[in-house]
Structures are given as structure tokens and as C-alpha cells.
């Protein structure tokens, strides 16, 4: 059962836009998130987190926004340059020493 | 500082075949997680280490399956009696402590079962 999803496979925004990644939930017992991402041939590489007791987080160009009742969270990068494009895994956790689950990722293009 | 370092980088086996995935942590780091990727499929928990705390194995997906770790150091995934589904990229991170949150990933082994 994927306790964690990113419906959307793909998306393509052109340089300078924003680009809005998203991700959804199912275990309320989740409280903290972070986003993940990847290049090709390489390992995940950390983005950005947020524990629960907040709804944004914001680093630079990059944003996560949490909606607790809604089980969502998004990853906002503005503005989108090339070199962002990569691969984007959202992870959630419940409680200190537990797994991660990871959601299936978002692949990002972002168009010159 | 070196990252997380994991060898081989590819491994192509024969069906039924035995095969060990190294995996080099940050030095310092006592937490050691072990995921897979399967082709267009998301990160798969498989298991975890924390310091000398009772392994969690939780994602194994079956008895083939086998992980051990030299106290706070190198970590060897062993897979037995490979089987095609088992093709996938293994992939190998590291945290500072059970409180630290932030995984370093290594590059990952992509093993391919013929």
C-alpha cells in the first residue's frame, strides 16, 4: 500500500515560471516530510523538510508548503531554471528512528 | 568530506547467482538505510541500522534478502538466489544520528538479473 504518492509522473515548465510539485498522504501519523532530489545515475540528494508543527518552509528558491488536514504537501521552486531539472521524491516519516516511505517521484523539465 | 560510497556500481548476474552490495556510510554517521528502485517504481524501504540497536527489517521483501553491518562502519546487502525481479538500482544512505533526519544517499548499484 503506498502510504505516500505523487500522482503526476511528469511535468514541464518553461525557465523563470514556477514549478509546483505535489505530493499526498494517507498516514496521519506522519510528521515530518522532505523532498528529495534526484539526477540521473546519482543517489537522492536532500532538498528541503518540514516537521508538522509548521505549514511552510522556505530555502531560497525553494518552498514546501503542508496542509495537515488535507494529507498534502507541494514543493515550490521559483523561479525554475534548467539545472532543476531532475527527478523530485517527497518522503514522510512518523516519529524520530522510523523508515521514510517515498513517494514514486516527479520528473521535472524545465524548458530554456 | 567523502559521501556515501557504495561498489559494485553495476552487477550483472546470472538467475539463481549469490550477490553482495557494498555500501561505505559517512564516517561518524550511526543510522544506515538500505532502498531500492525498481525502473519507473519509487524508493523501497528495506532495512535500517542504528548504532547497535536491533536491525529494522522490516522492508525485506523476502528471506533471500540478508543485511549486515560492521558496528558503525561498512554495510554489506546480500541477496541470494537472485531472481529477475530482483533487477533494480539498490541504493545505500547515511545519517548522523536517529534524531537527524537528513539522508545522504550514495550513487547506488544497479544490478541486472539475466
Known amino acids: 500500500d503506498q502510504q505516500v504518492k505523487q500522482n503526476s509522473p511528469s511535468l514541464s515548465v518553461q525557465e523563470g515560471r514556477i514549478s509546483i510539485l505535489n505530493c499526498d498522504y494517507t498516514?496521519?501519523?506522519?510528521?515530518?516530510f522532505l523532498w528529495y532530489k534526484k539526477y540521473p545515475a546519482e543517489g537522492p540528494t536532500f532538498l528541503i523538510s518540514?516537521?508538522?508543527?509548521?505549514d511552510k518552509n522556505e530555502d531560497g528558491r525553494f518552498t514546501v508548503f503542508l496542509n495537515k488536514s488535507a494529507k498534502h504537501l507541494s514543493l515550490h521552486i521559483v523561479p525554475s531554471q534548467p539545472g532543476d531539472s531532475a527527478v523530485y521524491f517527497c518522503?514522510?516519516?512518523?516519529?524520530?528512528?522510523?523508515?521514510?516511505?517515498f513517494g514514486t517521484g516527479t520528473s521535472l523539465t524545465v524548458i530554456p | 568530506g567523502a559521501g556515501v560510497s557504495q561498489s559494485p556500481s553495476n552487477k550483472v548476474t546470472e538467475k539463481g547467482k549469490d550477490v553482495e552490495l557494498r555500501c561505505d556510510p559517512i564516517?561518524?554517521?550511526?543510522?544506515l538505510y538500505w532502498y531500492r528502485q525498481r525502473l519507473g517504481q519509487g524508493l523501497e524501504f528495506l532495512i535500517y541500522?542504528?548504532?547497535?540497536?536491533?536491525?529494522?527489517k522490516s522492508g525485506l521483501p523476502s528471506d533471500r534478502f540478508s543485511a549486515e553491518r560492521t558496528g558503525e562502519s561498512v554495510s554489506t546487502l546480500t541477496i541470494q538466489r537472485t531472481q529477475q525481479e530482483d533487477s533494480a538500482v539498490y541504493l545505500c544512505?547515511?545519517?548522523?544520528?536517529?534524531?537527524?533526519?537528513?539522508?545522504?544517499f550514495g550513487p547506488g548499484t544497479r544490478l541486472t538479473v539475466t
Open positions: 564516517s561518524g554517521h550511526t543510522a
Open positions: 518540514i516537521s508538522s508543527i509548521k
Open positions: 544512505a547515511s545519517s548522523a544520528d536517529l534524531f537527524m533526519y537528513e539522508q545522504y
Open positions: 498516514n496521519s501519523m506522519f510528521d515530518y
Open positions: 518522503a514522510a516519516s512518523a516519529g524520530t528512528g522510523n523508515q521514510f516511505y
Open positions: 541500522f542504528q548504532g547497535n540497536s536491533a536491525p529494522d
